[in-house]
């Protein structure tokens, strides 16, 4: 069975400072792998994907992401936190792209 | 283009009830699913569909129930309401292909269930 592991219920940034979100996935085979960013009050937004090729992935917003195979792991790192990123941060796997299992969030609290 | 839309985007009801959450999308694609989400516990898929009168079960279907009559729409059916219901219901759809095509998702549904 697929499954998601994000480590982090919570981190605190200083705007300005790096970031780097951790996922962990569990599957069979190459997956499909998903970044999404949550906004209070509001549904979901991709914000990058990985599906083979590159393993270094560029999203939206200033955020990358990197597939380590070995490690079974597809973090999120942005090197300059803004205040506007303070959201809560979805890792997705999935052999498609309407089956997929969720990590249960990160909350990211921006300080200014 | 409207994508994707879901309505109510709140309901509360009564323990028993029934009632149906709609799901439409506008652009044309074959894959449409349905995710619940719960405080700590992320978006767990309900069920899901692959095409018009296609229809299949998730890691949580027990309580509802799918149907697929046309591409545009995947109505959620909550046959008799319990408390443990109560959470947020997302819509979502995408296309097939080889590039992890991105599934699309709505605003959200939010239910109370008394």
């Known amino acids: 069975a697929q499954s998601v592991t994000q480590p982090d219920i919570h981190i605190t940034v200083s705007e300005g400072a790096s970031l780097e979100l951790r996922c962990n996935y569990s599957y069979g085979a190459t997956p499909y792998l998903f970044w999404y960013v949550q906004s209070p009050g509001q549904g979901l937004q991709l914000l990058l994907k990985y599906f083979s090729g590159d393993t270094l992935v560029q999203g939206i917003k200033g955020f990358e992401a990197e597939f380590k195979r070995s490690q079974s792991s597809f973090n999120l790192r942005k090197p300059s936190v803004h205040w506007s990123d303070a959201a809560e941060y979805f890792c997705?796997?999935?052999?498609?792209?309407?089956?997929?299992?969720f990590g249960k969030g990160t909350l990211l609290t921006v300080n200014p | 283009n409207a994508g994707v839309t879901q309505t109510p985007k709140f309901q509360v009801l009564k323990t028993g009830q029934s009632m149906t959450l709609q799901c439409a999308q506008d652009?044309?694609?074959?894959?449409m699913s349905w995710y619940r989400q719960d405080p700590g516990m992320g978006l767990r898929l309900i069920h899901y569909?692959?095409?018009?009168?296609?229809?299949d079960q998730g890691e949580v279907p027990n309580g509802y129930n799918v149907s697929r009559s046309t591409t545009e729409d995947f109505p959620l059916r909550l046959l008799s309401a319990a408390p443990s219901q109560t959470s947020v219901y997302f819509c979502?759809?995408?296309?097939?292909?080889?590039?992890?095509?991105?599934?699309?998702f709505g605003p959200g549904t939010r239910l109370l269930v008394l």
């Open positions: 652009m044309n694609h074959e894959y």
């Open positions: 569909s692959v095409g018009a009168g296609i229809t």
């Open positions: 979502a759809s995408s296309n097939p292909g080889p590039r992890g095509e991105t599934q699309y």
């Open positions: 997705a796997v999935g052999g498609s792209n309407y089956k997929l299992t």
